[in-house]
T-cell receptor
């Protein structure tokens, strides 16, 4: 089955800088990748979805890329703010299995 | 308001005492799913359901049961809970293949 690796457990950056989070998948190219935000004690909240045939998606200060050659998605937060501090989860949708497989997440801390 | 509601939010119980965690959604979603979240392991899918009376095992189904008798409800049943089922549980729903809406979680402790 698919394995999703988010290779930074924790990432600290200064306010105003761009945060870049990495998500790698190990097997077949997923139909699409999803990114979620999770705050302590709360359920994940959907942020962005990028399909296999899309290179890049943007939403306000967020940008996601999908590189099928590298088997990787990058998630960027520009002009980061302390309020962006949270755990960010990458997930792969496997259409045939009808399953969403999550990575273990990257905990982002934006320092004022 | 569109939401996924789980109950209870917190539960401490003892080994072997059957329990049910309820999950209800008001968005008419076909797809519903249960996950458990453990430190360092991320979210792992327990069971999912594509529609009423259609359920399938996820990655970690052992020790759990589910049912989908109505579209809006998807209860998680632990027939004989054990301490290794102590975890944070999330229910989620969506249209098939679309982003999932999560509940606020149930923190379960089994002594």
């Amino acid at each position: 089955s698919q394995k999703i690796e988010q290779n930074s457990e924790a990432l600290n950056i200064q306010e105003g800088k761009t945060a870049t989070l990495t998500c790698n998948y190990t097997n077949y190219s997923p139909a699409y990748l999803q990114w979620y935000r999770q705050d302590p004690g709360r359920g994940p909240v959907f942020l962005l979805l990028i399909r296999e045939n899309e290179k890049e998606k943007r939403k306000e200060r967020l940008k996601v890329t999908f590189d099928t050659t590298l088997k990787q998605s990058l998630f960027h937060i520009t002009a980061s703010q302390p309020a962006d501090s949270a755990t960010y989860l990458c997930a792969s949708w496997e259409g045939s299995a009808r399953q969403l497989t999550f990575g273990s997440g990257t905990q982002l801390t934006v320092l004022p | 308001e569109a939401q996924v509601t789980q109950n209870p939010r917190y539960l401490i119980t003892v080994t072997g005492k059957k329990l049910t965690v309820t999950c209800s959604q008001n968005m008419n979603h076909e797809y519903m799913s249960w996950y458990r979240q453990d430190p360092g392991l991320g979210l792992r899918q327990i069971y999912y359901s594509m529609n009423v009376e259609v359920t399938d095992k996820g990655d970690v189904p052992e020790g759990y049961k589910v049912s989908r008798k109505e579209k809006r409800n998807f209860p998680l049943i632990l027939e004989s809970p054990s301490p290794n089922q102590t975890s944070l549980y999330f229910c989620a729903s969506s249209l098939i293949g679309q982003p999932q809406h999560f509940g606020d979680g149930t923190r379960l402790s089994i002594l």
